[in-house]
T-cell receptor, first 114, second 114 residues
Framework: GDSVTQMEGPVTLSEEAFLTINCTYT??????LFWYVQYPGEGLQLLLK?????DKGSNKGFEATYRKETTSFHLEKGSVQVSDSAVYFC?????????????FGTGTQLKVEL | DAGVTQSPTHLIKTRGQQVTLRCSPK?????VSWYQQALGQGPQFIFQ???????QRGNFPDRFSGHQFPNYSSELNVNALLLGDSALYLC?????????????FGQGTRLTVV
C-alpha cells in the first residue's frame, strides 16, 4: 500500500538557520503531495502542496518540489524563526473514485532556538 | 467562513463506554473524513463519508462507526472503548470533485480513556 517516510526528529536549529526535512513516498499512480504543520495543542494546517511531478509548492518561505524520479518531497526553508517550531507532516493523497484519503508520515518535530 | 469545527474539544471516558464526536465541515464542502492521531504519531485514516454513506474505510475495527447528515455534518461513534483508543481525533472536510485532493482539518477532539 501507499506509505510516507519522514526523517525522524526532533530537529533543533538556531534562528535563521537553513531547514531541510526529508520526505519520501511509495505509491502507485500519481499522488498529490502535501506538507501539513501542527502547532502545540492544535489541528493540522495545510502548509503547501504539489499535484504533479516537478511542481514546486511554496508558502510562508517554505518550499518543496515534487520529485517523481526520487519519489521525494523534501521541505526546505532558508531562514527559520522561533515561530516555526511545530510538528511537520508529509502526506500523500490520490483522488481515486472521487475520494481523497490522506496517508501521513510520522511527523518531524522542529525546535527553533534563539 | 468558520472552517471545520469539531466538538467537544476534550473528553474523558471510562473503558467500555461509548463516545460520539461531532464535526461540521467547511462551508461548501460535501465530504468528511475522520482520522485518529495517537501521541507522537501521524494521523491514521478511519473512514470517509459522502452523500451520507461510508465511501472508504481504513484499518479500524467495527467498533468505529460514523454517520453523515443531510447538511454534511458528521459524527464518529466508538463503542466499547479501550485504553488504546485514547488519541486526538481529527475531522477533515473536502469537496468531492474530480482530481481534488485537498482537505481542511479541524482542531480535533482529544479523547482520553481511563
Amino acid at each position: 500500500g501507499d506509505s510516507v517516510t519522514q526523517m525522524e526528529g526532533p530537529v533543533t536549529l538556531s534562528e535563521e538557520a537553513f531547514l531541510t526535512i526529508n520526505c519520501t513516498y511509495t505509491a502507485t499512480g500519481y499522488p498529490s503531495l502535501f506538507w501539513y504543520v501542527q502547532y502545540p495543542g492544535e489541528g493540522l494546517q495545510l502548509l503547501l502542496k504539489a499535484t504533479k511531478a516537478d511542481d514546486k509548492g511554496s508558502n510562508k518561505g517554505f518550499e518543496a518540489t515534487y520529485r517523481k524520479e526520487t519519489t521525494s518531497f523534501h521541505l526546505e526553508k532558508g531562514s527559520v524563526q522561533v515561530s516555526d517550531s511545530a510538528v511537520y507532516f508529509c502526506a500523500l493523497s490520490k483522488a481515486t473514485g472521487g475520494g481523497n484519503k490522506l496517508t501521513f508520515g510520522t511527523g518531524t518535530q522542529l525546535k527553533v532556538e534563539l | 467562513d468558520a472552517g471545520v469545527t469539531q466538538s467537544p474539544t476534550h473528553l474523558i471516558k471510562t473503558r467500555g463506554q461509548q463516545v460520539t464526536l461531532r464535526c461540521s465541515p467547511k462551508s461548501g464542502h460535501d465530504t468528511v473524513s475522520w482520522y485518529q492521531q495517537a501521541l507522537g504519531q501521524g494521523p491514521q485514516f478511519i473512514f470517509q463519508y459522502y452523500e451520507e454513506e461510508e465511501r472508504q474505510r481504513g484499518n479500524f475495527p467495527d467498533r468505529f462507526s460514523g454517520h453523515q447528515f443531510p447538511n454534511y455534518s458528521s459524527e464518529l461513534n466508538v463503542n466499547a472503548l479501550l485504553l488504546g483508543d485514547s488519541a486526538l481525533y481529527l475531522c477533515a472536510s473536502s469537496l468531492r470533485t474530480p482530481g481534488n485532493t485537498e482537505a481542511f482539518f479541524g482542531q480535533g477532539t482529544r479523547l482520553t480513556v481511563v
